[in-house]
C-alpha cells in the first residue's frame, strides 16, 4: 500500500526558504506517475504548488513558480520542495501526493495524500 | 484561468438525508478531468469521485458524482455520521494544471 511522509521544519523565519521532503513507500519514485505538492492555509482551502515527473520533468503553479523548485532522490524514493523567500502568506499545511490517471488522455487526480504537515512562517 | 465555484458554501443536513453538492466551472470542460475529494477535520483530502462520475477504490455506493459541461454534482444519497465534512471539487488542465473549488462544508443540522 502506498504511503507519503512530509517531514521539514515546522517553523520557518521570513525570507527564507523552506525545504520539505516527502517519503515514499510502497511504489517507486521511478514509476509512470506524477507526484506532486499541494498546500492549505489554516482554516482555508487547497492550493496546488506543483508536480515532478520521474524523467525530470516538473509543471508548477504560475503564482508561485518563480520560487519553487520539486527536485527527486532515486536512491531515496523521496522527493523533496523548496520555497524560497517565504514570508506569513506561505504558512500552510503541506501535503506531498501521488497523481494519478492517464492525465494527457485520461482523468487526472490526486490520490493517495500523505498526512500533511504544518509549516509556520514566522520570526 | 477556469475557476470553480462550489454551492452552497455550508449545507446543514441531519444523518439519513440526501446531500447536493454543486461544483460550477466557469467555462465548459472535460468531465474526465473533474474530482471530489472529501477532508475532515485535521486529516488530509480523500478522493472521493474521479471523472466525474467514478468512485474511488473503498468509497461507498451512497456517493456519486454527475454533471457534464460547466456543471457537476456530488450526491450522498443517505447521510452517515461519518459524512459531515468539508468537500473540494477539482479540475485537471487549466492554469494553473490543478484548480480546487473553495469547498462544501456540510455539517449536521
Known amino acids: 500500500q502506498l504511503q507519503l511522509q512530509e517531514s521539514g521544519p515546522g517553523l520557518v523565519k521570513p525570507s527564507e526558504t523552506l525545504s520539505l521532503t516527502c517519503a515514499v513507500s510502497g511504489d517507486s519514485i521511478s514509476s509512470s506517475n506524477w507526484w506532486t505538492w499541494v498546500r492549505q492555509p489554516p482554516g482555508k482551502g487547497l492550493e496546488w504548488i506543483g508536480e515532478f515527473y520521474h524523467s525530470g520533468r516538473t509543471n508548477y503553479n504560475p503564482s508561485l513558480k518563480s520560487r519553487v523548485t520539486i527536485s527527486v532522490d532515486n536512491s531515496k524514493n523521496q522527493f523533496s520542495l523548496n520555497l524560497s523567500s517565504v514570508t506569513a502568506a506561505d504558512t500552510a499545511v503541506y501535503y506531498c501526493?501521488?497523481?494519478?490517471?492517464?492525465?494527457?488522455?485520461?482523468?487526472?487526480?490526486?490520490?493517495?495524500w500523505g498526512q500533511g504537515t504544518l509549516v509556520t512562517v514566522s520570526s | 484561468e477556469i475557476v470553480l465555484t462550489q454551492s452552497p458554501g455550508t449545507l446543514s443536513l441531519s444523518p439519513g438525508e440526501r446531500a447536493t453538492l454543486s461544483c460550477r466551472a466557469s467555462?465548459?470542460?472535460?468531465?474526465?478531468?473533474l474530482a471530489w475529494y472529501q477532508q475532515k477535520p485535521g486529516q488530509a483530502p480523500r478522493l472521493l469521485i474521479y471523472g466525474a462520475s467514478s468512485r474511488a477504490t473503498g468509497i461507498p455506493d451512497r456517493f456519486s458524482g454527475s454533471g457534464s459541461g460547466t456543471d457537476f454534482t456530488l450526491t450522498i444519497s443517505r447521510l452517515e455520521p461519518e459524512d459531515f465534512a468539508v468537500y473540494y471539487c477539482?479540475?485537471?488542465?487549466?492554469?494553473?494544471?490543478?484548480?480546487f473549488g473553495q469547498g462544501t462544508k456540510l455539517e449536521i443540522k
Open positions: 477539482q479540475l485537471y488542465g487549466s492554469s494553473p494544471l490543478y484548480t
Open positions: 467555462q465548459s470542460i472535460s468531465s474526465s478531468y
Open positions: 501526493a501521488r497523481v494519478q490517471g492517464g492525465c494527457s488522455y485520461s482523468s487526472c487526480y490526486v490520490d493517495p
